[in-house]
C-alpha cells in the first residue's frame, strides 16, 4: 500500500491560482499512476486529473483542461495539481489518489489508495 498526504489547499478569490501537493510513501514511487479527484456539497466524486508513472502523460476532466496541470517530482515523491483561473465552481474537497495496478492511467480501472481530501474553496 502507499500513504498520500494531501496539502496546499485553502481560500482564495475567483480568479487566483493555487498549487495542491500530495506527498507519498510506502511504496516505490515512480511505479504507478497518480491522479486527482475532487467532490463538491452534493455532488458525485469527479475526475480532474491523472498522470501516468513517467510523468509525460496527463490527462485531464473537461472542466479544467487548459486551467489545471498535474506533474510529479519522483525525487520528491511528490504529485502536483497546479490550479489556475480558479472558479467558484472549483470548490470541492479534493482527493490525491494512486492506481498502484498501473503505470499508465486506466479510466476503467479503481485507484488503489487515497488520501485524506483537502478543501479548497474560490469566492467570487
Known amino acids: 500500500q502507499v500513504q498520500l498526504v494531501e496539502s496546499g489547499g485553502g481560500l482564495v478569490q475567483a480568479g487566483a491560482s493555487l498549487r495542491l501537493s500530495c506527498a507519498a510513501s510506502g511504496r516505490t514511487f515512480i511505479r504507478y499512476a497518480m491522479g486527482w479527484f475532487r467532490q463538491a456539497p452534493g455532488k458525485e466524486r469527479e475526475f480532474v486529473a491523472a498522470?501516468?508513472?513517467?510523468?509525460?502523460?496527463?490527462y485531464y476532466g473537461d472542466s479544467v483542461k487548459g486551467r489545471f496541470t498535474i506533474t510529479r517530482a519522483s525525487a520528491e515523491n511528490t504529485v502536483y495539481l497546479q490550479m489556475n483561473s480558479l472558479k467558484p465552481e472549483d470548490t470541492a474537497v479534493y482527493y490525491c489518489?494512486?492506481?498502484?495496478?498501473?503505470?499508465?492511467?486506466?479510466?476503467?480501472?479503481?485507484?488503489?489508495?487515497w488520501g485524506q481530501g483537502i478543501q479548497v474553496t474560490v469566492s467570487s
Open positions: 498522470i501516468n508513472w513517467s510523468g509525460g502523460r496527463t
Open positions: 489518489a494512486a492506481q498502484l495496478r498501473y503505470s499508465d492511467y486506466v479510466p476503467s480501472a479503481d485507484f488503489d489508495s
